[in-house]
C-alpha cells in the first residue's frame, strides 16, 4: 500500500518552533475518517506515541509532551500537524503518523498498518 507521507523536519534549535505535516494517499482518511496518531522513535528506542487526533477533533498527548506540542488537521489541504513549541534536545527523533486503530470503517482499516519513511526532527543550537 502506499506509505503516509510525513514532512517538515529538520533541525531546530533548543527553543525553536516546528511544524510536521501528515498525508494520506487516501482522500480524507487523515483529516475526515479516521484520525490519526503521531509517533516518534530514537536509535535504540521502542517507538512511543506522542499525540492523537479524532475523527471528531479531539486532541490527546503523552503526559510529559502537553503544553509544547499540538496536534490539528486541516480538510482543505487533507493534513494532520504536529506542532512542536519549546523544542527540547530530547525531542529529537524521527516522528511518523499513522492511522488509528478505533474506527471500523473499512477505508480506515484497509489503512491501519502502513506507515511512511518519518520525519527526522534534531533539536541542537
Known amino acids: 500500500q502506499d506509505p503516509l507521507v510525513e514532512s517538515g523536519g529538520g533541525l531546530v534549535q533548543p527553543g525553536g518552533s516546528l511544524r510536521l505535516s501528515c498525508t494520506d494517499p487516501?482522500?480524507?482518511?487523515?483529516?475526515?475518517?479516521?484520525?490519526m496518531d503521531w509517533y516518534r522513535q530514537t536509535a535504540g528506542k521502542a517507538r512511543e506515541w506522542v499525540s492523537s487526533i479524532s475523527k471528531d477533533d479531539k486532541t490527546y498527548y503523552r503526559d510529559a509532551l502537553k503544553g509544547r506540542f499540538s496536534i490539528s488537521k486541516d480538510e482543505v489541504n487533507d493534513t494532520v500537524y504536529l506542532q512542536i513549541n519549546s523544542a527540547k534536545p530530547e525531542d529529537t527523533a524521527i516522528y511518523f503518523c499513522k492511522v488509528p486503530s478505533q474506527y471500523s470503517d473499512t477505508t480506515c482499516q484497509l489503512r491501519l498498518n502502513v506507515w511512511g519513511q518519518g520525519a527526522h526532527v534534531t533539536v541542537s543550537s
Open positions: 487516501t482522500p480524507g482518511v487523515a483529516s475526515k475518517w479516521c484520525g
